[in-house]
């Protein structure tokens, strides 16, 4: 499996200078090899989300969420289920889409969200300074008894 890792940085670094065709070959080479082991071509999938977005890669975020979105609508596994759930509200995030994380979380119901989830959409519109998204998703971490930073909790505290 620390090949399968190794291919995710390649492939994320081909993308970014722009052989995409190349980084989609390595990954059609990986997931064919794990397709029959679904929790470690879904660990596969976390890790190609997560590298792509930390890297701000667009195209290349897109394709792997839809890889990831595929895996999740198709698993019936719980484990699989919550892990894809997981990075893709993070990669969505970190991709400055919280909106698109909101909506996933709330068309993705039968996941319940983690204060994970609703913690990466809040950083999300701070970072984005959305700050009446911000304080409803504050407040909905309020209702939920979800514990957070204080600093985030005054919506006035950090307007400029």
């Known amino acids: 499996m620390r090949q399968a890792f ?3 940085t390649w492939c994320t670094l081909l993308d970014q200078l722009g052989r ?3 980084a989609e070959a390595l990954v059609f080479e990986a997931t064919s090899e794990l397709e029959s082991r679904n929790r470690e071509l879904a ?3 976390c890790k190609l989300l997560k590298s792509r977005s930390k890297r701000g890669s667009p195209i290349g975020f897109d394709v792997a969420y839809c890889y990831m979105n595929q895996l999740f609508r198709s698993s019936f596994s719980v484990y699989i289920k919550c892990r894809a759930f997981e990075y893709m509200v993070s990669g969505l995030c970190a991709m400055n889409r919280p909106r698109e994380a909101e909506d ?4 993705g119901r039968a996941i319940d ?3 994970f989830e609703l913690k990466s959409i809040m950083y999300g519109y701070r970072r984005l300074e959305l700050f009446n998204d ?4 504050v407040d909905q971490m309020k209702s939920l008894d ?3 930073n204080s600093s985030i909790d005054n919506g006035n505290s950090f307007r400029r």
């Open 6 to 8: 190794d291919i995710v």
């Open 20 to 22: 995409s065709e190349e």
């Open 43 to 45: 660990l596969f999938y």
């Open 104 to 107: 996933l979380r709330s068309n």
């Open 113 to 115: 969200s983690s204060a």
């Open 134 to 137: 911000l304080q409803r998703v």
């Open 146 to 148: 979800i514990s957070f």
